[in-house]
């Protein structure tokens, strides 16, 4: 059954943006009467049914809602310093969302390459990502902060902070515990400098290792979020 995203729904009827809109009519040829999955990225799941055909406002009347669809124990919050290539960030928040992730910062790092990204489309890789892996939750997606004023502003008791350093830092998965809210931070590619990592534990972070290898920057994302999910299975 075809799945859509529909961030506004009332109690009985939703209305397909004109890119679902035009996908629902003219790609697939759905027609009234034909039946749709519909998540509002809120926790939403519902089983809808096409009452108006339309290719730029398809309207559609809900059958059945299940709220709170899929929700989890625990929140993972990931603040990650954006690749230089683009491709290689996008293609975090894709395997991120897929997984589970709920909160993503991206972080502004003294070695950070790339100072800037482009939301709107960042927001589309989440959304497709969300509707592929079947989930009804949108990760939220911030505006990049510097390193600094994430770090002097964050609240969340169970903090970590990944580097390459050397020094005697636990594994991550012997760290997290399970049905806690969780914040990860991930460096750029040349990681953290040695002034951030000081400040980032002088503020209540504790420093981690995801394993011997030295991995990139999107990668070390996807498994720290993969950890995080696993502990929490």
Known sequence: ????????????????DETESKH????????????????DGKGGFYEAEI?????????LEIKKTIMEFGKKNFRLHMA?????????????????????????????????????????RSEKILVSAMKQSLKAYLPKLNEMVSFNDFINNCTTEHRFIAHCYNGE????????????DVIILIGPEGDFNTNEVTLALKNGFREVSLGTARLRTETA???AC???NLTND
């Not at 290689?88 to 894709?94: A, C, N």
């Not at 997984?99 to 482009?118: A, F, M, V, Y």
């Open 51 to 59: 009452t108006n055909a339309n290719p730029k406002k398809c309207r």
């Open 24 to 39: 629902a009519v003219r790609v697939l040829r759905l027609i009234p009467g034909n039946a749709v999955q519909l998540i």
């Open 226 to 228: 993969h950890i995080v």
């Open 169 to 180: 830092k636990q594994h991550l998965k012997n760290v997290v515990k399970k049905n806690h």
């Open 80 to 120: 990650v310093a954006p690749t230089k290539n683009i491709d290689r960030f996008e293609w975090f928040l894709e395997k991120a969302t897929e997984i589970g992730i709920d909160e993503i910062t991206p972080l502004l790092c003294e070695h950070s390459e790339r100072k800037s990204i482009k939301p709107e």
């Open 1 to 16: 059954m075809q799945l859509f995203y529909v961030p506004n729904i009332s109690n009985h009827e939703a209305i397909l």
């Open 221 to 223: 994302g996807v498994v």
